[in-house]
Nanobody, 114 residues
Framework: QVQLVESGGGLVQPGGSLRLSCTSS????????MAWYRQAPGKQRELVARITSVGSINYADSVKGRFTISSDNAKNTVYLQMNALKPEDTAVYYC????????WGQGTQVTVSS
């Protein structure tokens, strides 16, 4: 009932920036929460950033001060602005939203390497 499409991933040098986008088939104002997760090779999926319907925002300690989650209701899109990227940020990044249940995007690859 909800389709999520991520974009904006790619290869970037350490210290560089990327902005990920997650476009929803449904109005994002209807979601209880929206979040970005990531999964690196050999590691479990981890929460990167989350924003709730009541406006609370939280980040993983490893990205705090470097990443910013935001949304544009008119475009039905959630963003993740990533600055000062490090090699350890390399992972597949997934968009997730909560409505009646949790929905996931297909993922977009982010590679940070010189």
């Amino acid at each position: 009932q909800v389709q999520l499409v991520e974009s904006g991933g790619g290869l970037v040098q350490p210290g560089g920036s990327l902005r990920l986008s997650c476009t929803s088939s449904r109005s994002i104002s209807s979601f209880h929460a929206m979040a970005w997760y990531r999964q690196a090779p050999g590691k479990q999926r981890e929460l990167v950033a989350r924003i709730t319907s009541v406006g609370s925002i939280n980040y993983a300690d490893s990205v705090k001060g470097r990443f910013t989650i935001s949304s544009d209701n008119a475009k039905n899109t959630v963003y993740l602005q990533m600055n000062a990227l490090k090699p350890e940020d390399t992972a597949v990044y997934y968009c997730s939203v909560v409505l009646d249940t949790t929905y996931w995007g297909q993922g977009t690859q982010v590679t940070v390497s010189s």
